[in-house]
C-alpha cells in the first residue's frame, strides 16, 4: 500500500509571530520555517506503517513556495520515499488556502493511487482544520479525523479519535483520509544516514497549474492582530480580600 | 563564493539543536545540582545518539563513521555547544588521532571506540607541563621489549568514562643547537593496567559534571604493541590528528553564545524599568548590537577556517583565529548577559551564571589564549625572520 502525506512548511513553532506593520498578515521574511509539527506526526506514522510492514511507500508532497522543498527533503530524511513539490506561489506570504490545496492534493491522489492519505489535523499557521475534511469530501472516500491512534488491517483502518471530553473510535473503509492529532506519536529524529540518503531519493517539482487549479484565494483577510496582552496579576493578603475581589470581578 | 548551508547541512543542524533541546536540555539543571551524570542517563544518551548514526560522526565511513567533512562536522559541535558539556560528551566524538590505530589496535580501540563500546580519553597535560607541553615530566623508560611509565597527568577530561586513555610521554632527550629536547610517543592505555591509577581531581568552576581526573603511573609496564603511531613520534601524531581540535572549542563557543544571546534578546525585550523595556535603553540595545556582530564574526570564523581544512589548505593561523577570538567573544557575551539580567543574572534559577562560568575554560583549555596568540604571530613573523 502506498501512503500519501501532505506536509506544509510553515512558521517555526519556537518562533515569536510578529503581525505586519499593515495589519495583512504576520512577517515572514527571514523567519524560521519548520515543517508543521501535525504534518510530522503524520509522516512519522506513515513511517510506522512502512515499518510494520503495512506500507510500502510513502509519497510526501507539498504545495506552496518553492522553499517547501526543504520542508520535503526533511520528510524523505525522516524516512518517507518520494516527494512532490507542487509550486503554487512566488511570495513567501501567500497563503494558499484549504480549498485550493485540498483540490491539487485530490489531483495526486488521482495519480498515486494511495491507500491512504495521512495529514497533520491543522497547520499552526492559519489554524484552518479543514483540509483534510475537504480532500476526503473531493475524493469521496472515508475521513477519520484527529486520530491518536492508528491499526491497519487488510482494507480497514481503525482510528480512535481525540474527540470532546474523550476518545471515540471508528472503523473506516480504505482508501481513507486520517488527520494526525498531538498524541498520535513521537516523531523521530532525521538520522544522519538517512540526511545523507534524502538528496537521492527523487522529488518531483510540479505546479498548480499542472493539475489546473486555480489558487488564487477566495477568502479575504480583513484584519490581523496580536493577541491581547495578558493583564498583570495582583496579590491578595488574605482571604476576605480574595472573596472581595473575586466578587468585585463577578466571579462569584 | 557562498555561505549558505545545503539541505543536508541544514537539516544536520536541526536535527542536533533538536536532539540537544529536547535530550539535554531537559537534564542540565539536574547535572549542575549534583555535579554529576548519571550513568544510566549518560548510556541513554550514547544510545539514542548511536541509532540516529550521529556517534563518531566525526570518523570516516571506512572505519564506520558517518564520514563528515570539517564542516558539516563544525555545525555539529556548534549545535552541541548549546547543551551541557557534561551530557553531550555522551554524543561521542572519539578522538580522531586514534586513526593512528595500526593493526591489532584498530579492533582494539578504534572500531569499538567509533561504535560507542570503548570510550577514550586524552591525556597530555602535568602538573609541571601545561602549555609546554615538552616539558612532560611523565616518562617510559625501556625494560626488557617493554615500557615502563611513570609519572602523572592532571585535568583529564572525560577519563570517568573512559575505558581507555591515550597518553602522550618522554621517551627519552635529543641534544639539540637550542638545548635538550624531549622526545615524546604517543600511547595507549587501558584501564586496569597494573600501576595506572585514575583519581578524582579538582572541582571546577566550569562544566559541572564534566569532572577532571588525575592519572598516576607506578612501574606501568606497557608492550610496544600500545604505542600509537611512532616510538618517538608523538608530537607527529599530535600534529596531525589534534591540529584541528581547537576548531570544536571554537564552535562549542559559538553555540552557546548564541544560546545565551536568546536570553539576553528576550530579557532585554521584557524586562522593565523606569517604566520602559530596558531594550529601549541605548546602553541595552548597543550591548545587544555588539553582542550578535562577534556572534557573526566568530562563527564565519570558526566555519571559514573548516572550509579551509576541507580544501586542503594552510590553516593553523585561521583555526588560531578562530579558538582565540571566539573563546574571548563568548567570555564577552555571557558577561554581557549576565549584566543585562541584573542580580537575577547571578541566580542558578537562569543558566546564565552557568553559561559565564563555563565560558571561563574556554580561554584556557586546547590552548590557552596567549598560545593562540603565540601561534597566530609566529605564522606572521617567522617568514620575516622576525
Ligand atoms: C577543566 C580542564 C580540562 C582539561 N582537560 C584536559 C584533557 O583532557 N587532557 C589534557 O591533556 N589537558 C587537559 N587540560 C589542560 C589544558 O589544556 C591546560 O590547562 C592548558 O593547556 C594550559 O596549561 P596550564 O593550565 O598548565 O597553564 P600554564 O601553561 O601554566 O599557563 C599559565 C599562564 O601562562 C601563560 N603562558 C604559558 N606559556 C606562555 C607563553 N609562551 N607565552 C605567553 N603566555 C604563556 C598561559 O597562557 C597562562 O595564562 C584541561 C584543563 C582544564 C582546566
Known sequence: MKVLVPVKRVIDYNVKVRVKADGTGVDLANVKMSMNPFDEIAVEEAIRLKEAGKAD???????????????????LAMGADRAILVTAADDVHTDIEPLAVAKILAAVAKEENPGLIIAGKQAIDNDMNATG????????????????EVAVDGDTATVTREVDGGLQTVKVKMPAVITADLRLNEPRYASLPNIMKAKKKPLDEKTAADYGVDVSPRLTVVKTSEPPVRQAGIKVGSVDELVSKLKEAGAL | M??????????????VRAFVENEIYPHEAMVERTGQVPLELGLEIKQKVIDLGFYACNFPE????????????TLVE????????????????????LMACEGEQKEKYLLPAVRGEKMDALAMTEPDAGSDVRGMKCQAQRDGGDW??????HFISGAEHADFFIVFVATGVDDTPKGPKKRITCFLVDRGTPGFEVREGYTSVSHRGYKNYILYFDNCRLPDAQ??????????????????TRLTVAAFCVGRARRCFDHALSYAAERKQFGQQIAKFQGISFQIADM??????????TLSGAWRLDQGMEANREIASAKLYASEMLARVTDATLQIHGGMGLMDDFPIERFWRDARVERIWDGTSEIQRHIISRDLFRPLGA
Open chain 1, 57 to 75: 511507500e510513502i509519497v510526501v508532497v507539498s504545495i506552496g513556495v518553492k522553499q517547501a522543498q526543504e520542508t520535503l527533503r526533511t520528510a
Open chain 1, 133 to 148: 475534511q475537504m480532500l476526503a469530501a473531493l475524493l469521496g472516500w472515508s475521513q477519520a479525523t484527529f486520530a491518536s
Open chain 2, 2 to 15: 557562498h555561505f549558505g548551508l545545503s539541505e543536508e547541512q541544514d537539516m544536520i543542524v536541526n536535527t
Open chain 2, 62 to 73: 571506512e572505519v564506520g563513521g558517518a564520514g563528515l567533512s570539517h564542516l558539516d562536522f
Open chain 2, 78 to 97: 556548534r549545535e552541541l555547544g548549546r547543551g551541557s558539556m557534561a551530557l553531550t560528551h555522551f554524543f561521542g566524538r572519539p578522538q580522531n588521532i
Open chain 2, 148 to 153: 615502563v611509565i611513570n609519572g602523572s597527568k
Open chain 2, 227 to 244: 604505542v600509537l603511531g611512532e616510538v618517538d613520534g608523538g608530537f607527529a601524531v599530535m600534529n596531525e590528528w589534534l591540529y584541528a
Open chain 2, 292 to 301: 550578535i556582530t562577534e556572534i557573526d564574526a566568530a562563527d564565519w570564523l
